[in-house]
Nanobody, 121 residues
Framework: QVQLVESGGGLVQPGGSLRLSCAAS?????????LGWYRQAPGKQRELVAG???????NIADSVKGRFTISRDTAKNTVYLHMNSLESEDTAVYFC??????????????WGQGTQVTVSS
């Protein structure tokens, strides 16, 4: 079974930076998965922040474009979210999600447990 474990959250001042990590286990290579970062603020719906397709393409939400980037280390089976110029509106629980297809028509989704990011002075 695939497991995703996030880390790197915490309390940071406005304008600060954080790097979140999502380590995948139970899979040989994360390149076969779509992997993305989502976030959910209190009272709001969960939203996609940034993601990698299994083809290696990336997408970044307009709300964080220019401040956040996503990268991956396939040797470590880890995806990173690099967050700069953090704002109070970025406060949320950040989740990692992976999706894979084992055969045509199959789709499995996996969520991590989430990591809290709080931006406050």
């Amino acid at each position: 079974q695939v497991q995703l474990v996030e880390s790197g959250g915490g309390l940071v001042q406005p304008g600060g930076s954080l790097r979140l990590s999502c380590a995948a286990s139970g899979i040989n290579n994360i390149s076969v998965m779509d992997l993305g970062w989502y976030r959910q603020a209190p009272g709001k719906q969960r939203e996609l922040v940034a993601g990698f397709t299994r083809g290696g393409n990336t997408n970044i939400a307009d709300s964080v474009k220019g401040r956040f980037t996503i990268s991956r280390d396939t040797a470590k089976n880890t995806v990173y979210l690099h967050m700069n110029s953090l704002e109070s509106e970025d406060t949320a629980v950040y989740f990692c999600k992976g999706t894979r297809s084992r055969w045509p028509g199959d789709q499995q989704g996996f969520w991590g447990q989430g990591t809290q990011v709080t931006v406050s002075s």
